[in-house]
């Protein structure tokens, strides 16, 4: 998002907290994808995702005149959708499998990179720890540093920056793993 | 290794878009949900609701005593009557007993009469 639409986006705002539903409706279509793909990323199916979006966006109402900029709206909507998603996961016995339904739902429409990568690595983003999980989605989906992440999830910065070296290790190397199994696939 | 591991993350983990559907549902029902909409208000403000309680604790109370009083009470008034029952009973047996020896008496005085009337003869 450039300055002017950020601009733009504050004055949504400051309509919205006045009780403007057109305002809030621009608020609402700015942000959902990026709340519905936390959510989606953090808990796996496609259900839970949309229920955890609908809540966090019925929360926000009732916090709009808390919220005292486009900036802070973003940070407050990934703070709220990733502790949420942590509760429900940590209530959960077990992470529940993604549905054949439901992978097609994690796809991005420009996506063009290796569907079986892909779904590899999010598999192995669904083996790590709800908090791991959400260190590396804020970092490499929502793009934020380590420093606004330990802001975020009220964590240590060196809690983050650990969270981020293991998870990128295991990654790498089951990512060999399997590459290499692949390559072996192929050449027999 | 570590940047094109981390680039391969980021394409995967790119942010997806809901359903049309879901999207049309959520923005209906957040927006239904405003604009200022006044909240369901509360009968009573935060700082009376102490005070509420203690009324209705009070009350409670008051309640549960007055329903004891009268419990007290009828419990007194069945006794009551109870030993003046007893008092009635006592007073007809002892009238009955005294008729009793009143008839005794009579049968006792008529029959030495007979037996003295039969030596004389």
């Known amino acids: 998002m450039n300055g002017g639409a950020l601009d733009l986006l504050d004055d949504e705002l400051a309509r919205a907290r006045a009780g403007e539903r057109a305002a809030l409706a621009v608020l609402v279509q700015a942000h959902q994808r990026a709340v519905y793909s936390l959510a989606l990323r953090m808990l796996g199916t496609r259900d839970l995702a949309e229920d955890l979006t609908q809540d966090v966006f019925m929360q926000l109402n009732g916090n709009l005149t808390a919220i005292e900029s486009n900036k802070h709206l973003g940070f ?37 990179a290796d569907p079986l990568l892909q779904r590899h690595l999010r598999d192995l983003l669904s083996d790590l720890s709800p908090p791991a999980r959400a260190v590396l989605l804020l970092r490499y989906q929502e793009d934020l540093d380590p420093t606004d992440i330990a802001q975020m999830l009220d964590m240590p910065i060196n809690t ?10 295991t990654m790498r190397e089951k990512t060999l793993g399997m590459q290499s199994a692949r390559c072996e696939d192929s050449s027999t | 290794m570590s940047q094109e591991i981390e680039s391969r993350i980021r394409a995967a983990l790119r942010p997806v878009a809901p359903s049309e559907d879901f999207s049309r549902k959520l923005l209906a029902r957040v927006v239904a949900d405003r604009p200022g909409r006044p909240k369901p208000r509360r009968l009573l403000s935060a700082s009376a609701r102490p005070l509420a309680w203690w009324l209705t604790a009070s009350l409670a109370a008051c309640l549960i005593l007055a329903v004891g009083v009268r419990q007290h009470l009828e419990q007194q008034r069945v006794q009551q009557s109870g030993l003046e029952a007893r008092r009635q009973v006592l007073e007809a047996l002892r009238m009955t007993s005294q008729k009793l020896n009143l008839a005794y008496q009579a049968v006792k005085n008529q029959s030495t009469s007979l037996t003295d009337e039969e030596s004389g003869v």
């Open chain 1, 160 to 169: 983050v920056k650990s969270h981020l070296k293991r998870s990128l290790e």
């Open chain 1, 76 to 112: 407050w909507l990934r703070r709220v959708t990733t502790n949420r998603a942590i509760d429900q996961l940590r209530r959960r016995s077990r992470v529940q499998m993604t549905s054949l339904e439901d992978e097609q739902a994690f796809f991005s429409a420009e996506d063009d």
